[in-house]
């Protein structure tokens, strides 16, 4: 066949349409309008929002996923998992796990190559933390080697750094940041800087007048019209000056959030 060019703008328009490419579906599979999704797996409830990019991930669970997510390059999603608008995972190799509880991540985080976010740790009150049971009763609840002390909770504009480490029953707070190969195990402030093995505060972003205005402004929740009209926002250093000034132009706008 000769592709000319509306032959060719035909085959565009067909593959623009079919934005599901050898994906396994097993369970209950809900995908929103303009989202792609290509060569991954599925097994279980998931629910995919409007306009995001799926390609190469594995998804087990209950995984339900906002608006305008971008979750490529090998992540593996397993347990009770939900991710809020306008969130990246980058991978390649993240790793989400969850046994028992949740792991929630808010709107645009950034979640870099090799992070593992693990809710349930192997049970240590037993004689053997290796849940030897497994090999000599097949049918027993593998949960029962297991334990957790709840949920993780992953604020709103938060980056965490390549092969970080993130356990159960943690809340990192909005605009934080994670370096990389931390090991968090307590919680983090909003808008602090976490590093280390166990990761420990280094500093905060902006100086507490800063950070107590943003806290308000909660630009995250913002209208996304609205946010795009406003750029200069985000395009300069922070600044008390920045940061009141923007406070000031949301309360005398109308339909920001």
Not at 16 to 36: C, D, L, P
Not at 129 to 148: M, T, V, W
Not at 193 to 205: D, E, S
Request: with cysteine.
């Amino acid at each position: 066949m000769v592709i000319t060019g509306n032959n060719l703008q035909k085959m565009l328009n067909f593959f623009s349409q079919n934005k599901t490419i050898t994906t396994t579906n097993k369970g209950r599979f809900k995908q929103g309008e303009n989202s792609e999704v290509k060569n991954s797996e599925f097994n279980g409830n998931i629910e995919i929002g409007t306009n995001c990019f799926i390609e190469n991930v594995e998804f087990t669970g209950c995984i339900k996923l906002g608006n305008h997510v971008n979750i490529t390059r090998g992540a593996i999603l397993h347990g009770n998992i939900e991710i809020d608008d306008y969130t990246v995972l980058s991978g390649p190799s993240i790793d989400i796990f969850t046994l028992f509880d949740k792991v929630k991540i808010g709107k645009y985080c950034s979640i870099a190559r090799q992070v593992t976010i693990q809710e349930g740790n192997h049970q240590i009150s037993t004689v053997s933390a290796n849940f030897p049971q497994r090999f000599f009763q097949p049918d027993i609840d593998r949960r029962l080697g297991y334990n957790s002390s709840g949920n993780i909770e992953i604020g709103n504009d938060v980056w965490i750094g390549a092969q970080a480490v993130i356990v159960n029953d943690v809340t990192i707070g909005d605009g934080a940041i994670v370096g990389a190969n931390a090991l968090v195990n307590k919680d983090v402030p909003p808008f602090a800087i976490v590093a280390g093995v166990p990761a420990k505060v280094i500093r905060f972003r902006f100086e507490k007048n800063i950070i107590d205005i943003l806290n308000k402004i909660k630009w995250w929740n913002l209208n996304p019209n609205f946010l795009k009209d406003n750029l200069d926002f985000f395009n300069q250093p922070m600044s008390i000056e920045l940061a009141e000034s923007f406070y000031e132009k949301i309360s005398l706008s109308e339909n920001y959030y």
